[in-house]
């Protein structure tokens, strides 16, 4: 039956930190919206938010989640959540796998010789793959 993934593009969205924080929330509407009219597609899974002991950075991230869910909405694209558990447990087959396990299995579901050095991309790609999988069973945002 072969493989059934196919990477078409990888990348992040990178803002400069010593910019202000509503001109990178800005960016990151512009360069989604900007991926969105170029690739067009059909379903955006996210990673649940996951709250560290850093309030600051959690609120900080949790503004840029609200950029990136409203940008989905504002272009019809419906958005799906997962709980770090589940893409592991999709990706790998157990949920508490570590970031070396998923890494590998990303490399091999979409027959990649090397993945990109940014671990965001690959987290990306675990979701992506973790969504192709529970698609049916998931929970739209």
Same mark, same amino acid.
């Given at each position: 039956?072969?493989?059934?993934? $196919?990477?078409?593009?990888?990348?992040?969205?990178?803002? +400069?930190?010593?910019?202000?924080? #509503? @001109?990178? @929330?800005?960016?990151?509407?512009?360069?989604?919206? =900007?991926?969105?009219?170029?690739? /067009? !597609?059909?379903?955006?899974?996210?990673?649940?938010?996951?709250?560290?002991?850093?309030? /600051?950075?959690?609120?900080?991230?949790?503004?840029?989640?609200? %950029?990136?869910?409203?940008?989905?909405?504002?272009? /019809?694209? #419906?958005?799906?959540?997962?709980? !770090? @558990?589940? %893409?592991? =447990?999709? %990706?790998?087959?157990?949920?508490?796998? &570590? /970031?070396?396990? %998923? =890494?590998?299995?990303? $490399?091999?579901?979409?027959? +990649?010789? *090397?993945? !990109?050095?940014?671990?965001?991309?690959? &987290?990306?790609?675990?979701?992506?793959?973790?969504?192709?999988?529970?698609?049916?069973?998931? =929970? *739209?945002?």
């Amino acid at each position: 039956m072969g493989n059934k993934f $196919k990477l078409i593009n990888s990348g992040a969205i990178l803002t +400069e930190a010593k910019e202000s924080f #509503p @001109l990178r @929330l800005e960016k990151i509407y512009n360069d989604l919206t =900007q991926i969105i009219e170029e690739y /067009k !597609p059909e379903a955006m899974s996210i990673e649940e938010l996951f709250f560290n002991n850093n309030a /600051k950075t959690a609120i900080n991230v949790a503004q840029a989640r609200g %950029v990136i869910l409203i940008t989905a909405r504002i272009h /019809k694209i #419906p958005t799906y959540e997962y709980t !770090p @558990l589940q %893409v592991k =447990q999709a %990706v790998t087959g157990y949920g508490r796998a &570590d /970031k070396i396990q %998923v =890494q590998r299995m990303v $490399k091999m579901i979409l027959n +990649e010789e *090397k993945l !990109p050095k940014l671990d965001d991309i690959t &987290d990306s790609m675990a979701i992506g793959i973790c969504h192709a999988h529970s698609a049916k069973f998931a =929970q *739209k945002l």
